[in-house]
């Protein structure tokens, strides 16, 4: 069975800073992509950045030059440094990673149960 353990998320001070990390554990035989989504009530999830095997990235016009996306495939996380962070960031910021098990080799998409930022002063 593949889990994705989120954490991170708190209160924190309009500019400040914040890094999320998502862990996957289980029969996992490879990683492919590894996104970071959020949401806000009443609003549709949104994709923040993404990371794929290749190291090759993409980011929200809403965060370049502010987030950054990073990953190591050791340690089967994704992590996602937040810099500058603004009232607008306020969300539940979910990660999903995109796995082949060990077992069956089958390709499924995991997600994080959602960890909540929040940017207030």
């Known amino acids: 069975q593949v889990q994705l353990v989120e954490s991170g998320g708190r209160l924190v001070e309009p500019g400040g800073s914040l890094r999320l990390s998502c862990v996957a554990s289980?029969?996992?035989?490879?990683?492919?992509?590894m996104p970071w989504y959020r949401q806000t009530p009443g609003r549709q999830r949104e994709l923040v950045a993404y990371?794929?095997?290749?190291?090759?990235?993409n980011y929200a016009d809403s965060v370049k030059g502010r987030f950054t996306i990073f990953r190591d495939n050791a340690k089967k996380t994704v992590s996602l440094e937040m810099n500058n962070l603004k009232p607008e960031d306020t969300a539940v910021y979910f990660c999903?990673?995109?796995?082949?098990?060990?077992?069956?080799?089958?390709?499924?998409?995991?997600w994080g149960q959602g960890t909540q930022v929040t940017v207030s002063s």
């Open positions: 990371i794929n095997n290749n190291e090759q990235t």
């Open positions: 999903k990673q995109v796995i082949v098990k060990d077992d069956d080799f089958t390709e499924a998409d995991y």
């Open positions: 289980g029969n996992i035989w490879s990683i492919d992509l």
